[in-house]
């Protein structure tokens, strides 16, 4: 079965780091590029950024909210992607989505897996 | 970055309905657009990517298409289960951006 689970989310104080981790089974992990997508309460979506697949060195983009003080990171012999999060704010508290996917043939992202969501609540 | 806006914002319609939802780009591209389904405590489900290739699994009922600055979806006949909030999703450039989503209620 093809799954991401997210684990890691809670309450932490602003300023604070958490990681979290997203395990994936059921399809190649090396062949996917993984992103995370934020959801900050009753908000739309929003991208966080990406670890590209292996062909292209598991390389990252990040969006300008989180740049310097998210990273991503994957362990290939555990199928784990990890998103460290640093100095964070208020404004990060959000449930945070892994997202598996593959270009397809003419080089379009499909998106098609996404994990549970865990939640982030960052306050004092 | 490109920003997204979709139109409208909220919609209330009846079964059987043909609903469209717009989705205009700041910069125009060709097919890098995916639409997403989000339902209330849930992740959001791939429907279309490529602007308008229909993902495995998803009822024909959905459609998408346009180029350029503007995409539409399309329900040509809404159902029950189709109440959801429905985002687009720009994937030409980085950052990857979404639009700020359209809630379709059933009357």
């Known amino acids: 079965e093809v799954q991401l689970v997210e684990s890691g989310g809670g309450l932490v104080q602003p300023g604070g780091s958490l990681r979290l981790s997203c395990v994936v089974s059921?399809?190649?992990?090396?062949?996917?590029?993984m992103d995370w997508v934020r959801q900050a309460p009753g908000k739309g979506l929003e991208w966080v950024g990406r670890?590209?697949?292996?062909?292209?060195?598991?390389?990252?983009e990040y969006a300008a909210p989180v740049k310097g003080r998210f990273s991503f990171s994957r362990d290939e012999s555990k199928n784990l992607v990890y998103l460290q999060m640093n100095s964070l704010k208020t404004e990060d508290t959000a449930v945070y989505y892994c997202?598996?996917?593959?270009?397809?043939?003419?080089?379009?992202?499909?998106?098609?897996?996404w994990g549970q969501g865990t939640m982030i609540i960052v306050s004092s | 970055d490109i920003q997204l806006t979709q139109s409208p914002s909220f919609l209330s319609a009846s079964v059987e309905d043909r609903v469209t939802i717009t989705c205009r780009a700041s910069?125009?591209?060709?097919?890098?657009l995916a639409w997403y389904q989000q339902k209330p405590g849930k992740a959001p489900k791939l429907l279309i990517y490529?602007?308008?290739t229909l993902q495995s699994g998803v009822p024909s009922r959905f459609s998408g298409s346009g180029s350029g600055t503007e995409f539409t979806l399309t329900i040509s006949s809404l159902q029950p289960e189709d109440s959801a909030t429905y985002y687009c999703?720009?994937?030409?450039?980085?950052?990857?951006?979404f639009g700020g989503g359209t809630k379709v209620e059933i009357k």
């Open positions: 999703q720009q994937v030409h450039s980085y950052p990857l951006t």
């Open positions: 910069l125009g591209f060709s097919s890098y």
């Open positions: 490529g602007a308008s």
């Open positions: 059921g399809i190649t992990f090396s062949d996917h590029y």
């Open positions: 670890s590209r697949n292996k062909a292209y060195s598991y390389s990252t």
């Open positions: 997202v598996a996917g593959y270009s397809d043939r003419w080089g379009v992202d499909v998106s098609d897996i």
